[in-house]
Nanobody, 115 residues
């Protein structure tokens, strides 16, 4: 069983930055790959960034060079640093964890990029 709690969302102007956090309540956090997804109004949820247990990262093309995913295993926390934000980044952001066949999601945190 795992619980994920996101924080750090908010309203930011285009070009601004936000740092999202996802605190995980589960044993052996360090052994799992983790992801950030987002869902904009009227659109399907999409994978934004992923980090393996070994620290390898992958990004959706539109966020490459602007977003950075990282993890602090001692704090059992996943992060998403978002720079140079654009209006099209507006969405609810979710952290995600898969354990065997079970998918765990946080409640989501709203990011709104607008002037």
């Amino acid at each position: 069983q795992a619980q994920l709690v996101e924080s750090g969302g908010g309203l930011v102007q285009p070009g601004g930055s936000l740092r999202l956090s996802c605190a995980a309540s589960l044993t052996f956090f360090s052994i799992y790959d983790m992801d950030w997804y987002r869902q904009a109004p009227g659109k399907q949820r999409e994978l934004v960034a992923a980090i393996s247990r070994g620290g390898s990262t992958n990004y959706e093309d539109s966020v490459k060079g602007r977003f950075t995913i990282s993890r602090d295993n001692a704090k059992k926390t996943l992060y998403l640093q978002m720079n140079s934000l654009k209006p099209e980044d507006t969405a609810v952001y979710y952290c995600h964890l898969k354990i065997v066949t079970n998918h765990y999601w946080g409640q989501g945190t709203q990011v709104t990029v607008s002037s």
